[in-house]
């Protein structure tokens, strides 16, 4: 079991920048990968980042050039690093890791830009 602990999201006006973090309870070693995705009021679930183990990143074209994933291994923590907010992007933003093809997700952290 592993649990995914997210933290980091806000009220931003739009422009602005916010960092999100998501640490594991286990070392992200041998994981498929971990992502960050959203969903926004009446929407589904849509993929925002994702990362593997081995550093390859892919990103949503809306949030292409503005957003940017990463991963600290020895912090088990990914980051998802935020800039250019647009109001579009209010949403809750959910962390999954991904291990033996197998999902755990974090409990959520809301991220809301005013225009």
């Known amino acids: 079991q592993v649990q995914l602990v997210e933290s980091g999201g806000g009220l931003v006006q739009a422009g602005g920048s916010l960092r999100l973090s998501c640490t594991a309870s286990?070392?992200?070693?041998?994981?498929?990968?971990m992502g960050w995705y959203r969903q926004a009021p009446g929407k589904q679930r849509e993929l925002v980042a994702t990362?593997?183990?081995?550093?390859?990143?892919n990103y949503a074209d809306s949030v292409k050039g503005r957003f940017t994933i990463s991963g600290d291994n020895a912090k088990n923590t990914v980051y998802l690093q935020m800039n250019s907010l647009k109001p579009d992007d209010t949403a809750v933003y959910y962390c999954?890791?991904?291990?033996?093809?197998?999902?755990?997700w974090g409990q959520g952290t809301q991220v809301t830009v005013s225009s």
């Open positions: 286990r070392s992200m070693f041998s994981i498929n990968y």
């Open positions: 999954k890791l991904v291990r033996n093809w197998r999902d755990y």
């Open positions: 990362i593997t183990s081995g550093g390859t990143t």
